[in-house]
């Protein structure tokens, strides 16, 4: 994404797609469990981005057996990125059925890490640590959302990231605060309950951001679906607030006209009066 310089749209799309595929794996009983962006490939058909989902080596593993403690612990050792992108519920490593849902984790890391250039804990700060502290902030610690992380860089990292997305850092930063600030803290809940319950299910909330829609993953208030409605229908809101200027501009002009009036008719009453009480 950052080499073809993909624009956060066009980064929402492909991930979008990615959903679908986990989705389709689900649908075939298969629970990946190591999603992670050397994972996904992105192959070009005709100019469009595909991205193609591999390595399920995992995922047959817990097809085959039920994983012990050990093997865990193994995974870890030889796969130094896995941790990264491993939801809270695979870190415990205690006797919990680990289910798609752990999957929807992973997806909120890489949508992290596509919209900030960095996974949701500092990779430098993280692996320095032990295998049971990295359990525990997996499990335990909240990351920043990702807007509120960008504002935190320093101006030149702020640009180098808004660049490889054919933007400026304002405007980078106003496009990921708010809806996807939510989404993407909605996939990485502590509690696998309350993210999504399915891979489609995330996808379909990223294509109501992109279609200025209500997200379920923020408190629907009524002034924010005023404001999605809104900005979804910009044309007609436009046309209407154009009628609704001229009418308060009207109604204005004519007040003031009819005050003007007014005022000069009591001058002429009282010029009257005045000329009555000469004679």
Same mark, same amino acid.
């Given at each position: ?42 192959? /070009? ?13 995992? =995922? !047959?593993? @817990?097809? *085959?057996? $039920? ?87 320093? /101006? ?13 850092? =304002? !405007?980078? @930063?106003? *496009?990921? $605060? ?102």
């Amino acid at each position: 994404c950052d080499e073809a310089q993909l624009t956060t749209h066009a980064r929402l799309q492909l991930f979008i797609a990615v959903c679908h595929a986990v989705q389709h794996a689900h649908q075939k009983g298969i629970i990946h469990r190591d999603l992670k962006p050397s994972n996904i490939l992105v192959t /070009l058909h005709d100019g469009v981005p595909v991205p193609k989902v591999i390595d399920f080596g995992v =995922a !047959k593993a @817990i097809q *085959q057996q $039920r994983l012990s403690d050990f093997t865990v612990f193994t995974r870890f050792e030889q796969m130094i990125g896995t941790p990264l992108y491993m939801s809270p519920e695979q870190a415990e490593m205690s006797g919990l059925d680990i289910d798609t849902r752990s999957d929807i984790y992973s997806l909120g890391v890489l949508l992290y890490e596509l919209l900030t250039g960095r996974t949701p804990f500092d990779p430098g700060e993280l692996l320095k640590q032990g295998l049971d502290e990295i359990r525990r902030v997996i499990r335990e610690d909240e990351p920043q959302k990702p807007s509120t992380f960008v504002s935190s860089l320093a /101006l030149d990292l702020r640009s180098t990231l808004a660049q490889h997305r054919q933007s400026d850092h =304002a !405007k980078f @930063i106003s *496009q990921i $605060r708010g809806d996807l600030d939510w989404i993407v803290m909605k996939a990485l809940e502590k509690d696998r309950t309350r993210r999504y319950g399915t891979a489609n299910g995330f996808a379909q909330d990223i294509q109501r951001h992109l279609q200025n829609e209500p997200v379920e993953a923020r408190p629907a208030t009524q002034f924010y679906r005023f404001r999605r409605f809104a900005k979804r229908n910009k044309t007609a809101f436009a046309a209407g607030s154009g009628i609704a200027a001229a009418l308060v501009l009207g109604l204005a002009a004519s007040t003031w006209m009819f005050v003007k009036e007014k005022q000069a008719r009591q001058r002429a009453v009282s010029a009257e009066q005045q000329q009555v009480k000469l004679r």
